[in-house]
Every structure is written in C-alpha cells, then in structure tokens.
Antibody, heavy 121, light 107 residues
C-alpha cells in the first residue's frame, strides 16, 4: 500500500522558516518524481514544486510565487522528500500535500494527508 | 500560464442523476496532460481521470472523461451518495495548474 506521510507544519511568523518532510512507502521512491501541492483554507489547489529522481539529476521546478523562497530536496536512503520554506508570507498559509507524479509527469496519483502551515504574527 | 475555468461552480443534483462538469482552458492543452480529481472535506484529493479519458486505478466506470484542445468534460453517469464532493481539473503545460473546482452537492 502506498503511503505518504507529511510532517513539519505549524505556526510561524512572517519571514520565518520551516522544513516539511514526507516519508514515502509502498513504492520505489528512488525512481519516483515527487511534487508538493498546497491548498489555502477554503480555496483550491496550487502546485508548488517538483523534484525529479536522481536518475534525472534530481532537478527541481517551482511555481512562480515560491521560486527563490522554497527548496525541494530528497533523501532516497530515507525515502523522504523535503520542502524547505523560507521568507514565509501570510499567503503561504495552506495545507501542504506531498504527491507522487504520474503518467509522464502529467498528474498526481498518490497524495499524503497534508500538513498545515500557518503564517501569522 | 494556462488558466483552467470550471463550470458550474456548484451543481445540485440527486443520487442517481447524471453529472456533467466542464473544464475550459485558456489555451490548448495536450489531452495527455489533463486530469481530474475528487476531494471530500478534510481529505486529500484523489486522482480520478488522467490523459483526459483514462480512469485511474480503482475508479468506478461511472466516472468518464472526454474532450480535447480547450474543452474537457468529466461525467458521472449515475451519482452515488459518496460522489458528492468537489472536483478539480488539472493540466500540465510549462507548469501544473488546477481549475477552481466544481462542488457537486445533494439537491
């Protein structure tokens, strides 16, 4: 059974930082391309960033609103995906979902339960 | 960035009825890169359809997707009680974007 379990969310002041983690199981993490998708309270879904497998250089792509502030990384030895979020602003308040990309990088077939990041003074 | 517009915003239907949800793109989308998700309150989204018309693993055949270019449709042939939820379309071009969602509610 595929599982994605996020952690690391919490309440942080504007300008602060957090590191979100996602532990994966039930599939071959080393070959998976992974993404983060977020959802502000009561709002829709927004793609945040994607990291390719190490076979493809582990390269990353980011959505414009987070580029330069957020960093994706992975530790394949721990089956873990990370999202370092810096210089947080109130608009970053959201549930952050860890997802596995699917079908030639086109969609997201497995999702974690999400971790809530609240940015407030 | 490709903008996806879903309509209607809310669909009020009874169990057993047919639901037709629309997703219109601001520019042409490759059918290979159009997906649909279902989200229930307090839960993560679930992939229903990928490649515009291919059902994901375990998705009942009452869910079907169609369309091409800029117009795509998700159809639920006969609504079951568990189908009342919010549905999102999503595309991948230079980046991934989602529609704003259609809520299917019980009439």
């Amino acid at each position: 059974e595929v599982q994605l379990v996020e952690s690391g969310g919490g309440l942080v002041k504007p300008g602060g930082s957090l590191r979100l983690s996602c532990v994966a199981s039930g599939f071959t993490f080393t070959s998976a391309w992974m993404s983060w998708v977020r959802q502000a309270p009561g709002k829709g879904l927004e793609w945040v960033g994607r990291i390719k497998s190490q076979t493809y250089g582990g390269t990353t792509d980011y959505a414009a609103p987070v580029k330069g502030r957020f960093t994706l990384s992975r530790d394949d030895s721990k089956n873990t995906l990370y999202l370092q979020v810096n210089s947080l602003i109130t608009e970053d308040t959201a549930v952050y979902f860890c997802t596995k990309t699917f079908h030639s990088d086109s969609s997201f077939d497995y999702w974690g339960q999400g971790t809530l990041v609240t940015v407030s003074s | 960035e490709i903008v996806l517009t879903q309509s209607p915003g809310t669909l009020s239907l009874s169990p057993g009825e047919r639901a037709t949800l629309s997703c219109r793109a601001s520019q042409s989308v490759s059918s290979s890169y159009l997906a649909w998700y279902q989200q229930k309150p307090g839960q993560a989204p679930r992939l229903l359809i990928y490649g515009a018309s291919r059902r994901a693993t375990g998705i009942p055949d009452r869910f079907s997707g169609s369309g091409s270019g800029t117009d795509f449709t998700l159809t639920i042939s006969r609504l079951e009680p568990e189908d009342f939820a919010v549905y999102y379309c999503q595309q991948k071009g230079s980046s991934w974007t989602f529609g704003q969602g259609t809520k299917v509610e019980i009439k």
